[in-house]
Every structure is written in structure tokens, then in C-alpha cells.
């Protein structure tokens, strides 16, 4: 069916943004939202921790100006309580695996962002055949226990919270790079957060802590670009460039005055970065 009017404004997709269509697919036992919109070579998106497809969306509708965009969602999403527990990361990166071969997406690029990062990578160590590219943004080779990072999740697991919370509020602004000022981009962010159950965000900060996939990074044999933001104080720039450093050929380029949420502040640089790696790499194997 159509994205529905009412999750669209003019903020997030200007008049010449592509129709999507939204489908509801089973994976793990769970039915699970699936987003396409545009047309051309396939560009699949994993969503981060928090904030699903919604998160993804202005991303999304840059790229399908040139690609056909895939966002599929994870188990959690539509049913925190889910009867098939995602227990460590590669389940995600099969329920993915899965859902890529359903869909049809032969060798997609697959761009991860954050937690969605891990589990490109989890699958790209994992199963790289089925994989034309890799862009990563806001991750690195293992999860790197932080004081923030531990508090979080203790107070999502213990502590049901307004939407409003300060605590958590300012944690979402941790994303920006800094305090962000009033606004669309803010306002945008801390909703669509909201949107994913804060027990979902703690089990998922949970699986991270025991992500790790630096003694396997020799086995990802397909062109890779690692994205970075220059204020990128979850995941700091220099630690992402050493990701890039570990993976075959891969590139790197930094997103000057982005945050964590670089894919969604500066949507447009980092679609043009990815059109370009997608240029170069159909360049290289003619």
C-alpha cells in the first residue's frame, strides 16, 4: 500500500520525493515492515536502534531519486513482545539474509547505519555472495562499553518512561554531535525514537555488548565505504576510520560537522557520497 500522507511533511520529502509502498513481511515468526520506493540498482537500508524505517526515510527518498531503496524492518519494531526472541545479532543479520532472497534483491549494496552497521556487518563477514557493496555509517568492528551506553540501558530496562523523558531525551540529542538547537530535525529525531518500546532499545543495546567482528573482517570481499561524522561522539570518527582501515579496499570519507545521525542531518552529502562510491565500483568491475 502507500506511505500514508500523514507520515510525510515538508521537511522530510520535497515534492519531487518518490511514492513508496509499504509491505508487512514474516520473518523469525514475526511479521515485520518492508519500505520501497524508487527505481534502478538496489540499495537495501538497515535501521538503527531506535526509530525504524520512519528514521531512515528522508535517506531513503534522496537515494530513490537514482536506486530502488528497500528498508526492511527489524523483529521488534510492530511486537516488543515478540514470541521468537532475537537473541545475538546474526539472527538479525539472517532474518536480513532472509529477507533479501523473499524479496528478490540479488547482490544488493546494503547500508547500514549504527546498530543497523552491525548487523551489515555480522552479515557481510558472514554470507558476502550475496552482497554487491557495503556502506557503513556509525559503527565500528565491536561495541565499546560506555558509562552512557550502560546507564541507558539500565534505566530502560527498570524504569518505564514518559516520551518526554529528559534523561533519555538528552541521550538522543547525544546523536546530533551536540546539543542540537529547536526544531523540525530535533523534534523529528526524539519522535521517531520514542516509536520504538525502550525494552526493544535496551535488548538491543544488550546484543551489542557482545558484538564484535574485528578477527573476521578479512572475509568481506566486496566494495566497501565507511562514512563518518567528524562529531561523531558515539561512535568517534577516528574509530570508524580504523574500520575502514581493517576492510580490503575499503573507503573512507568524513561527513564534515555530522553527528551520529549523519545519514539523516546530511542526508544529501551522504547520498551523493553513495552515488559516487556507486559509480566507481560499476566503473572498476567493467
Not at 515492515?33 to 535501521?47: A, K, N, W, Y
Not at 576492510?247 to 559516487?276: D, N, P, W
Request: proline share 6%; with cysteine.
Amino acid at each position: 500500500m502507500r506511505i500514508a500522507a500523514k507520515r510525510r511533511n515538508d521537511w522530510l520529502l520535497s515534492p519531487h520525493d518518490l511514492e513508496g509502498r509499504q509491505l508487512q513481511v514474516r520473518v523469525g515468526g514475526e511479521w515485520v515492515d518492508v519500505v520501497q520506493m524508487g527505481e534502478g540498482s538496489p540499495v537495501v537500508l538497515v535501521p538503527g536502534l531506535a526509530g525504524g524505517w520512519k528514521l531512515l526515510a528522508p535517506l531513503a527518498a534522496e537515494l530513490a531519486r537514482h536506486h530502488q531503496v528497500t528498508i526492511p524492518g527489524l523483529r521488534g519494531d510492530r511486537f516488543p513482545t515478540g514470541s521468537s526472541p532475537v537473541r545475538s545479532l546474526d539472527d538479525h543479520a539472517r532474518d536480513l539474509a532472509g529477507l533479501l532472497d523473499r524479496l528478490g534483491l540479488e547482490r544488493p549494496t546494503l547500508f547500514g547505519v549504527s546498530f543497523g552497521g552491525a548487523i551489515a556487518l555480522e552479515l557481510a563477514v558472514e554470507q558476502p555472495q550475496l552482497l554487491g557493496g557495503l556502506v557503513l555509517q556509525g559503527v565500528e568492528a565491536r561495541f565499546r562499553t560506555s558509562l552512557g551506553a550502560t546507564i541507558a540501558r539500565r534505566v530502560l530496562e527498570r524504569f518505564p518512561l514518559p516520551t518526554d523523558n529528559g534523561f533519555l531525551n538528552q541521550f538522543f540529542n547525544l546523536l546530533h554531535g551536540g546539543k542540537p538547537g529547536p526544531g523540525p530535525l530535533s523534534d523529528f529525531v526524539v519522535e521517531r525514537c520514542w516509536e520504538t518500546d525502550q525494552g526493544v532499545m535496551a535488548r538491543r543495546i544488550g546484543l551489542l555488548e557482545s558484538f564484535d567482528v574485528s578477527d573476521r573482517l578479512w572475509r568481506i570481499d566486496i566494495p566497501t565505504l565507511v562514512l563518518a561524522g567528524t562529531r561523531d561522539v558515539i561512535v568517534p570518527p577516528s574509530r570508524q576510520r580504523a574500520l575502514a582501515s581493517e576492510i580490503a579496499g575499503a573507503r573512507y570519507a568524513a561527513l564534515e560537522g555530522a553527528g551520529h545521525i549523519g545519514f539523516l542531518s546530511h542526508r544529501e552529502e551522504v547520498a551523493r557520497q553513495v552515488r559516487r562510491f556507486l559509480r566507481q565500483d560499476r566503473h572498476s568491475t567493467c
